[in-house]
């Protein structure tokens, strides 16, 4: 900017100081300024003058001790965190959320106090929480108590953030907080999310099919997410009707998690409702590895005598599972999660564990008896309340003990795998049971106990 000399630029006699040399620092050399003109006082400065400043950091063009000779950038962004002029604070959580140099501990605010801020200072906090904090145990806390917040600006705020950030254990709360989102910008956002993530989430892939079923205006967000990765392709193929044929007469991409089958294929069809839930307060499990191994073992079915249409519901909270129910009209009704004595854990509002009584569930089985055939807890201890259900349902399968996390993903790929080859239930799960014996030995094979009804 003329050299540095911006003094001589005719037109800018009568603007502050202050302004001419922060505007100049973010196009020109600071070695070309004279800087020992900038006096910021932030006790005292120009909002305009403090929000020039803060870009000037968040471009990550400022130069050391830019606001005081005393004090760092770093200590005057937070100070300006608690500025009286809410866009000033907005800007300096953004300066923090853009530098380089600056990390979490530069934030002037509390998360104590996030839902108490205004909405914009919201969404830039929690952006910066999702970008810059390292312990996933806060950034989660935050993550849930941000979907929440009533301004849709923040949320946006934090779908934004999420776009560029996946971690273990996150999908419990996205999935469940798109299902809840009634803003379809952010809705959008969450998409596209699902869609960069399902590499890595089985979950996500489940969701984004599901997206395409019930809400065919964000498959283009889906498609920008899964672009280059292997769920676009499987997107497109849903899209054309089921799958086009490649140059050898077979179909590409394929079922949600029931494998594709041949498209002349006249093979019946159940649909499998799994509901899931690993509340953040109990030890996580590893269900998403499950879904993915069951997804790609019914892929490898050849000329599968049954096609499963498996629907997994996740984060599954006390207050969906009715709905989940009567939306899938599922023949095979599977719970994986938690369980104790007479209970199973599905989770509230917060993710936490909220327990469901047998004598609760075993009479939400006598209302569904009439469609869902077969009853599957996947749970610890879940044989007491399958005694129960077996009442109602012709078979019920359950764990006499605690269950390994290998075990149930075992058992689940095994059991399915051999309904889709045309065995019946009971046969299913003696393949079940010896591939968790095959794998694991006699102990976690003996825990899984079944109940027909003749």
């Known amino acids: 900017m003329h050299g540095g000399q911006i003094d001589d630029i005719v037109g800018l006699e009568t603007v502050d100081p202050a302004i001419k040399l922060l505007s ?12 020992t003109k900038l006096r910021i006082k932030i006790d005292s400065a120009d909002a305009e003058v403090l929000k020039l400043a803060l870009i000037t950091v968040g471009l990550n063009r400022d130069v050391e001790n830019l606001f005081d ?32 140099k600056l990390s979490i ?35 989660n806390d ?10 849709a600006d923040a949320r946006e705020g934090l779908a934004k953030g999420l776009l560029g950030c996946y971690y273990d254990g996150l999908e419990a709360t996205t999935i469940d907080w798109f299902g809840q ?20 989430c089985a979950p996500y892939e489940d969701e984004a099919f599901s997206i395409l079923d019930a809400e065919p205006k964000l498959a283009r967000r889906l498609r920008l997410g899964a672009e280059g990765k292997r769920l676009y392709g499987k997107i497109r193929a849903r899209e054309g009707d089921g799958g086009t044929l490649d140059l050898f007469k077979m179909p590409v991409g394929d079922a949600l998690l029931g494998g594709a089958p041949n498209l002349m294929s006249k093979a019946p069809s159940k649909s499998v ?51 989940a129910i009567l939306n899938s009209k599922p023949v095979v009704l599977h719970f994986s999660g938690h369980g104790g004595r007479g209970v199973l854990c599905f989770e509230d509002r917060l993710g936490n564990a909220k327990e469901i009584t047998a004598n609760a569930f075993e009479e939400l089985c006598r209302l569904c008896a009439s469609s869902v055939e077969c009853v599957v807890l996947s749970a610890c201890y879940s044989d007491s309340i399958a005694s129960g259900v077996s009442k109602h349902i012709r078979v019920v399968v359950g764990c006499d003990g605690s269950i390994a996390d290998d075990a149930s993903i075992a058992f689940s790929r095994a059991f399915y795998r051999a309904l889709a080859n045309g065995l019946a239930f009971r046969e299913s799960f003696d393949w079940a049971v010896n591939e968790v014996r095959l794998n694991l030995g006699d102990a976690e094979a003996n825990k899984f106990s079944i109940k027909v009804r003749r």
């Open 273 to 323: 409702l799994v509901l899931n839930a690993s509340p953040r307060d109990e030890t996580r499990l590893r269900l998403d590895e499950e879904a993915r191994d069951l997804s790609e073992e019914l892929q490898k079915v050849r000329d599968a005598k049954l096609v499963l249409n498996v629907v997994h519901h996740w984060a599954v909270r006390v207050d969906q599972i009715q709905t």
């Open 69 to 100: 000779p005393k004090h760092s950038n770093g200590a005057i962004v937070k100070a300006l965190a608690q500025h009286d002029d809410s866009i000033v604070s907005q800007y300096s959580v953004w300066a923090v959320l853009e530098n380089r």
């Open 142 to 151: 935050l993550v849930i108590r941000g979907t929440f917040l009533p301004a």
């Open 105 to 139: 501990n530069d934030l002037g605010i509390s998360f104590d106090k996030l839902e108490s801020l205004a909405p914009n200072i919201q969404s830039k906090l929690l952006h910066v929480v999702v970008d810059k904090e390292a312990d996933v145990r806060i950034k």
């Open 181 to 200: 989102e009634h803003e379809f910008r952010i809705k959008e956002l969450l998409a596209e999310h699902f869609g960069r993530f399902a590499d890595v």
């Open 24 to 35: 100049a620092l973010q196009v020109t050399d600071p070695a070309k300024l004279d800087l």
